[in-house]
Nanobody, 119 residues
Framework: QVQLVESGGGLVQAGGSLRLSCAASGRRFSAVAMGWFRQAPGKEREFVAS????????YYSDSVKGRFTISRDRTGNHVYLQMNSLKPEDTAVYYCAAQSVGAENYNSWGQGTQVTVSS
């Protein structure tokens, strides 16, 4: 089981930027993909961005496309979410997730980090 730990959340004014980090540790695993999801109060968790480990293809929700960028380090043990031009509607708890080889969907989740964007 891989452990995922997010960091980098906080309070920022609208138009500002934050960079979220996700560190993977524990038993060595092979990821098919890693992604970021978010959940705002009273709403369902939603997809934000993902990256396929093989080839590095990236995917974004329409609401963040052009403002957020997902990336990873060379070791593959860290994935990042650079968030620019933040809006109050981006306020949510952001979760890092990993899909292991053989898994049909994301099967490892972090504990989440709060992002609050003030207007």
């Amino acid at each position: 089981q891989v452990q995922l730990v997010e960091s980098g959340g906080g309070l920022v004014q609208a138009g500002g930027s934050l960079r979220l980090s996700c560190a993977a540790s524990g038993r060595r695993f092979s990821a098919v993909a890693m992604g970021w999801f978010r959940q705002a109060p009273g709403k369902e968790r939603e997809f934000v961005a993902s990256m396929r480990w093989s080839g590095g293809s990236t995917y974004y929700s329409d609401s963040v496309k052009g403002r957020f960028t997902i990336s990873r380090d060379r070791t593959g043990n860290h994935v990042y979410l650079q968030m620019n031009s933040l809006k109050p509607e981006d306020t949510a708890v952001y979760y890092c997730a990993a899909q292991s080889v053989g898994a049909e969907n994301y099967n490892s989740w972090g504990q989440g980090t709060q992002v609050t964007v003030s207007s």
